[in-house]
């Protein structure tokens, strides 16, 4: 039997999950304002918060984190039905004391909806409140991607801090470096290559044996001279002696990823 899927929401998560599974898999997307979300398929739209009729195998519900408990308060869910909610660092039981049939299913993913993911690459951590559940949940999710795993809500917060750590915190010291680069009439494209091969090092070397640059010789020399470069920037100038303190220590202690 085919499942037939509702996703609640509109934004960048819901919109990719959509994408994904596509027509006819989803039935219905329920959104606030059908006016603000153009973005979707206008004959699969609505502003019904009562899904009791419908005849679905799996609702999404992928909003924001600290609206999930709105949406199941507000909404009408049959019991038969299984919601799941896509968050990173919510629990299972946000769902699960209020409903029987419960699971998650979380992209391990950075997304806008106008972004082009590869989704059969795309890490989907799932978990079901019984096997029953679990077994539906693992076949929708492996209808999207081909890197699909069970992960508990303990293991799926552990993970979560790491992505956040790894991705937004990255991006954050890319901001202050695009930001030098900006100031000097310097195109920020030029950090493009050796990024994707500080990443690419990283996670087949590991952390420590892939490290260059000054604070991994203890080249003071340079050092000195790009703390002078950074008096202009004073939050930059702490992250960058923070880090060369770190770097430096790392190498001694020799602790790796």
């Given at each position: 039997?085919?499942?037939?899927?509702?996703?609640?929401?509109?934004?960048?998560?819901?919109?990719?999950?959509?994408?994904?599974?596509?027509?006819?898999?989803?039935?219905?997307?329920?959104?606030?304002?059908?006016?603000?979300?153009?973005?979707?398929?206008?004959?699969?739209?609505?502003?019904?918060?009562?899904?009791?009729?419908?005849?679905?195998?799996?609702?999404?519900?992928?909003?924001?984190?600290?609206?999930?408990?709105?949406?199941?308060?507000?909404?009408?869910?049959?019991?038969?039905?299984?919601?799941?909610?896509?968050?990173?660092?919510?629990?299972?039981?946000?769902?699960?004391?209020?409903?029987?049939?419960?699971?998650?299913?979380?992209?391990?993913?950075?997304?806008?909806?106008e972004d082009i993911i590869d989704y059969k690459q795309m890490p989907l951590l799932i978990e079901g409140s019984s096997e029953s559940d679990l077994l539906l949940i693992t076949r929708l999710a492996e209808s999207i991607s081909?890197?699909?795993?069970?992960?508990?809500?303990?293991?799926?917060?552990?993970?979560?801090?790491?992505?956040?750590?790894?991705?937004?915190?990255?991006?954050?010291?890319?901001?202050?470096?695009?930001?030098?680069?900006?100031?000097?009439?310097?195109?920020?494209?030029?950090?493009?290559?050796?990024?994707?091969?500080?990443?690419?090092?990283?996670?087949?070397?590991?952390?420590?044996?892939?490290?260059?640059?000054?604070?991994?010789?203890?080249?003071?020399?340079?050092?000195?001279?790009?703390?002078?470069?950074?008096?202009?920037?004073?939050?930059?100038?702490?992250?960058?002696?923070?880090?060369?303190?770190?770097?430096?220590?790392?190498?001694?202690?020799?602790?790796?990823?």
């Open positions: 039997m085919s499942l037939r899927i509702a996703i609640i929401g509109g934004g960048n998560v819901a919109t990719h999950f959509f994408k994904s599974l596509g027509e006819p898999t989803v039935k219905k997307i329920f959104v606030r304002k059908k006016e603000e979300n153009k973005h979707l398929p206008p004959a699969l739209l609505s502003e019904s918060k009562d899904l009791r009729a419908l005849h679905l195998s799996i609702i999404i519900i992928a909003v924001l984190d600290d609206q999930i408990i709105n949406v199941l308060t507000n909404y009408h869910f049959h019991p038969d039905q299984i919601i799941l909610h896509t968050a990173g660092s919510v629990d299972i039981d946000v769902i699960h004391q209020m409903h029987p049939k419960s699971g998650v299913i979380y992209p391990l993913m950075t997304m806008f909806k081909n890197r699909v795993a069970y992960f508990d809500s303990e293991e799926r917060k552990i993970v979560h801090l790491a992505a956040v750590i790894a991705n937004n915190f990255t991006t954050s010291l890319l901001l202050d470096a695009v930001k030098i680069l900006k100031k000097n009439h310097l195109d920020k494209h030029l950090l493009l290559p050796l990024m994707k091969q500080t990443i690419q090092k990283a996670f087949s070397l590991g952390g420590i044996k892939s490290m260059t640059g000054p604070a991994v010789r203890n080249d003071q020399r340079v050092i000195e001279a790009q703390l002078s470069l950074l008096s202009h920037y004073p939050e930059t100038l702490d992250l960058y002696q923070f880090f060369t303190h770190r770097i430096k220590k790392s190498k001694i202690d020799s602790t790796d990823i």
